[in-house]
């Protein structure tokens, strides 16, 4: 019983840190990369942008893969690093 409860304790734990939102560096507007070339550089990458807009000083993507999969994105304005990469 002890087990059980361990691991639904866990589980819940887990649920809870996936469901965190992503925290992306703050930066000065006037230093974020240009939206026109942060979508050539994902382009660029393979990706096909549904939606594109910025959230919590992140720009967050929708996009598809090279093999048709969505994937959502989060990137860092400024320096287009990838904070967060979710697969649908």
């Not at 087990?3 to 925290?23: H, P, W, Y």
């Not at 026109?36 to 660029?44: P, V």
């Not at 919590?56 to 994105?73: H, I, P, T, W």
Request: proline share 2%; glycine share 4%; net charge negative.
């Amino acid at each position: 019983m002890l087990k059980a409860a361990v691991f639904a304790s866990a589980l819940g734990l887990s649920s809870a840190v996936f469901a965190m939102d992503v925290s992306c560096p703050v930066h000065p507007t006037a230093e974020w990369m240009k939206e026109s070339d942060a979508r050539a550089q994902i382009e660029a990458q393979g990706y096909k942008i549904a939606k594109f807009k910025v959230d919590d000083n992140c720009y967050e993507v929708e996009a598809y893969n090279k093999d048709g999969r969505k994937v959502e994105l989060n990137y860092d304005t400024k320096t287009l690093a990838v904070i967060r990469q979710k697969m649908e």
